[in-house]
């Protein structure tokens, strides 16, 4: 069975909530901030701003290649303050531009 981690993860996915905070995450899932970190810990190796860091850089990558929408878009679509931010959150995960990406990738 998925773990309570998991199925938060999907719900967030699912409904695209990639800018939740801590406190959101903790009220969305019914647990304790305690119980998140150990079960994030366990499952990722990350605490669970971590995780959710992970979760935006990969839905990012999904919109680059398969829409059409401007960086900023995207940028404000994943709960980024502005698309200089998001660029360099993709640059320190991915090491090129979200833009090069983009052309590189599709």
Do not use: C
Not at 26 to 36: E, P
């Amino acid at each position: 069975p998925l773990s309570d981690w998991w199925r938060l993860e999907a719900r967030l996915r699912k409904e695209k909530n990639f800018h939740a905070t801590i406190n959101d995450i903790v009220r969305i899932s019914g647990r304790s901030y305690a119980t998140l970190q150990r079960q994030s810990l366990k499952e990722f190796g990350m605490a669970p701003m971590q995780r959710m860091r992970v979760m935006r850089m990969d839905e990012s990558k999904g919109l680059l290649r398969f829409s059409d929408l401007s960086l900023t878009s995207i940028a404000k679509e994943l709960g980024y303050l502005d698309l200089a931010t998001f660029s360099r959150e993709f640059f320190r995960v991915h090491k090129t531009s979200p833009s090069h990406w983009r052309k590189s990738n599709r």
